[in-house]
């Protein structure tokens, strides 16, 4: 692409209102010192010296479209806990609408809490209920979603799913019906429990691990030809538009059925692979809107999946660093 052609798409970017439904996550870093061994029990003892917190999950999705220049509308439930506030509070210093966020008292918010000394994660601990949302959360969940299609009219729509019970089959397929009759292109970034429930999406993006488990082929291989073939089983099985298919350390893998591209990785100095996902459907959700081919949509993706592996924990693509990392050499 030439210089002009990446500014006109990342200003197409910018006047874009997507709609992101999924699973949030408090993820919090609690970081210190360890020079001591409990009396206890043979553990380490961590001196907690600091607490950073942030957005994961579809929230991570949400920061990375704001960053872009987007304007993400999140769509989803937690709990009515302090976590839970804690998420509202996030939400509101970076300038992004808590409006979609429904509080639930029948459930606990997804906090995953690590601790981390010297820059080394010692471990994490996770608290959450993974189970679906009862009835009336569902369907509170599904009117908010209908109302804010109607009333904001997203470009697009992102399903981003870790499992934790916020989508269910009836809001996913309520959803994409809403969508295709209004035409707005829906991209998926799923897990293993609702993987071949997405018929009629628009871009599914599963890794190359969710993909396996998927479709129950642990013998699929980051190669064109295995890649092809699955993508070939997953569209019989489950139509979709195109996928991208993130295969870590060899890239991402495109197609449309018709034509594809296996797509180099550019992530040379990895320190975490945390959130990279939330930033790739984020970006290629963005280049979909703004017209990009096929291929191009993939490398804007990889792109910035390369940037953001460059950081500790889970962090939303910078933009100047974007900018500077898609202009032609």
């Known amino acids: 692409m030439t210089e002009k052609a990446i500014i006109n798409t990342l200003n197409a970017i910018s006047d874009s209102n997507i709609l992101i439904i999924g699973d949030v996550i408090l993820d919090a870093y609690f970081h210190g010192k360890v020079d001591r061994i409990s009396p206890e029990a043979p553990v380490s003892i961590l001196d907690v010296e600091k607490k950073d917190y942030r957005l994961g999950g579809a ?69 959450e209920r993974v189970e679906a949302l009862n009835r009336e959360d569902e369907q509170r969940l599904s009117d908010l979603i209908a109302r804010m299609i109607a009333s904001s009219k997203p470009d697009a729509i992102i399903f981003e799913d870790y499992d934790k019970g916020v989508i269910s089959l009836s809001i996913i397929s309520k959803t994409i019906e809403l969508a295709r009759v209004q035409d707005i292109p829906v991209t998926v970034d799923p897990k293993k429990k609702n993987f071949l429930s997405y018929s009629g999406a628009t871009l599914f993006k599963p890794n190359l691990k969710e993909l396996r488990e998927g479709i129950n082929n642990p013998s699929i291989e980051p190669s064109i030809e295995s890649l092809r073939k699955a993508y070939e089983f997953l569209n019989d099985v ?92």
Request: glycine residues 8%; hydrophobic residues 45%.
């Open 59 to 127: 929230a991570n999705v949400a920061l990375n479209l704001k960053a872009l220049g987007a304007s993400p509308i999140l769509c989803t439930v937690i709990g009515s806990d302090s976590s839970g506030d804690k998420i509202i509070d996030l939400l509101n210093a970076e300038g992004l609408d808590a409006s979609g966020v429904i509080k639930s008292s029948s459930r606990i918010t997804s906090l995953k809490t690590r601790l981390v000394s010297s820059n080394r994660q010692l471990m994490r601990v996770d608290e």
């Open 238 to 329: 489950m139509p979709v538009e195109m996928a991208l298919f993130t295969l870590s350390s060899h890239g991402m893998y495109v197609t449309n059925g018709t034509s594809d591209a296996l797509i180099p990785s550019e992530a040379n100095q990895i320190a975490d692979v945390s959130g990279a996902g939330d930033t790739v459907i984020a970006v290629a959700t963005c280049a979909l809107i703004a017209g990009l081919s096929l291929e191009e949509i993939a490398r804007f993706a990889n792109t910035a999946a390369g940037l953001v592996c460059k950081s500790p924990g889970v962090v939303a693509i910078d933009l100047n660093s974007f900018k500077n990392a898609l202009k032609p050499t």
